[in-house]
């Protein structure tokens, strides 16, 4: 069976850290990249870092600088440590993870974990 956990969310004062992560289980195949999305009420869900089997990483403009995006392949799991956190950073976080496997890509989700950020 296919999971996703994600973990590290939670309540935190503008100007903190949080730390986010993503472990994938029951999945075959070679990871071709792994992304966290943030999805804020009354907006769309909108890319915030990534990063490719290769190590290249992107980010979005309102988190350069802030953000990292890490994965450890080995286990699966991908991190976004999260600093000098703003209010505006409050969203259910996402993580996604895609594999190839015998040419056929897929693409998997987590549930979601609740980030908010308090003045």
């Known amino acids: 069976q296919v999971q996703l956990v994600e973990s590290g969310g939670g309540l935190v004062q503008a100007g903190g850290s949080l730390r986010l992560s993503c472990a994938a289980s029951?999945?075959?195949?070679?990871?071709?990249?792994m992304t966290w999305y943030r999805q804020a009420p009354g907006k769309q869900r909108e890319l915030v870092a990534s990063?490719?089997?290769?190590?290249?990483?992107n980010y979005a403009d309102s988190v350069k600088g802030r953000f990292t995006i890490s994965s450890d392949n080995a286990k699966a799991t991908v991190y976004l440590n999260m600093n000098s956190l703003l209010r505006e950073d409050t969203a259910v976080y996402y993580c996604?993870?895609?594999?190839?496997?015998?040419?056929?890509?897929?693409?998997?989700w987590g549930q979601g974990t609740q980030v908010t950020v308090s003045s």
């Open positions: 029951g999945i075959s195949g070679s990871i071709n990249a």
């Open positions: 990063i490719t089997s290769d190590g290249t990483t």
């Open positions: 996604n993870q895609v594999y190839a496997s015998l040419g056929v890509r897929r693409s998997y």
